[in-house]
């Protein structure tokens, strides 16, 4: 998924909900069970707490502490 079919796919979810068909209609070949996978394993608990757990920035680990 590219980062901006991500972009599209959270605002259109904003505004239509759950109707994957309707959002996989405005992302050029991507099927409504592909949109609906990706939104389901960014949202599902285990996904966030992981997200949580791993800093995306690795530039504010401490060296020193290494």
Not at 11 to 24: E, N, Q, T
Not at 44 to 57: L, M, T, V
Request: aromatic letters at 8%; zero cysteines; charged letters at 35%.
């Amino acid at each position: 998924m590219t980062e901006q079919e991500e972009d599209l796919i959270y605002r259109m979810h904003k505004l239509v909900g759950d109707r994957w068909a309707l959002i996989a209609g405005r992302i050029p070949g991507r099927k409504p069970e592909e949109i609906e996978r990706f939104w389901l394993m960014k949202h599902s608990e285990g996904f966030a707490n992981k997200q949580r757990e791993e800093p995306k920035d690795h530039s504010k680990i401490n060296s020193s502490s290494v």
